[in-house]
């Protein structure tokens, strides 16, 4: 057996677990709360049997867990990313995007993931921790620039956030989020200098 031959298998593994990663993320962002897909639908739309399910995944905790801390670390990393791409405000504002994505993600899959909390698999703190850093980091980046308001700390954007995407966090309020997570980033920028008044 070649060293090609002896990959192959890994290759096709790790792919495998990438593609049922994405595919159970979105059938948790399209589900209805409370209704969380099944492991044989989530195989089905991955096009893979049930056994290729369970040894990735063998049971419906590691399947969450998975894709929680796979979101998880798409907002911690992705602030970095954005932020090599774009000035502060527009990194906040489309890392504002992804951690809408993650509470969707987390709405379809919450009763399992509430359980999993209780029960301590899941450290809720923790992860609070890590997107306080993330939203911290773009939020130095905007002080340092002067774009960016200096007075406002992580814990209240993320409060803001979890509020927009309380109350417009379906599909069908897509528009309405957009609007909301704007008119937050308008109140983040820095304001400009006044200008004098001229004299009457």
């Known amino acids: 057996m070649t060293d090609t031959d002896s990959r192959k298998p890994r290759a096709d593994a790790t792919r495998n ?13 399209s589900a ?16 893979v049997g049930i056994a ?29 990313a954005l932020l090599a791409e774009l000035d502060p405000p527009a990194a906040l504002r489309r890392w504002m995007d ?27 703190a923790h992860t609070r921790t890590e997107l306080l850093a993330a939203i911290d980091e773009i939020l130095e980046a905007g002080r ?12 209240d954007i993320a ?9 417009a966090g379906s599909p069908e309020h897509e528009a ?4 909301l997570l704007d008119l937050l980033m308008d109140g983040l920028r820095a304001s400009a200098p006044s200008q004098p008044r ?3």
């Open 52 to 80: 290729t399910l369970y040894r990735h995944f063998p049971t419906r905790e590691s399947l969450v867990d998975a894709v929680y801390q796979d979101q998880v670390s798409r907002l911690t990393t992705g602030a970095r």
């Open 176 to 179: 309405m989020a957009a609007r």
């Open 144 to 155: 340092t620039t002067g774009k960016l308001r200096a007075d406002v700390p992580a814990s």
């Open 32 to 47: 209805e709360t409370g209704a969380e897909p099944s492991m044989r639908a989530i195989a089905q739309a991955a096009g």
């Open 98 to 124: 992804l951690f809408g994505a993650w509470i969707a993600t987390k709405n379809g899959m919450l009763d399992t993931l509430l359980a999993m909390v209780e029960s301590g698999e899941i450290a809720h």
């Open 159 to 167: 409060a803001a956030l979890i509020g927009i995407f309380t109350v």
């Open 198 to 200: 001229a004299a009457k």
């Open 17 to 29: 677990r990438r593609q049922l990663l994405a595919v159970a993320t979105r059938l948790f962002v």
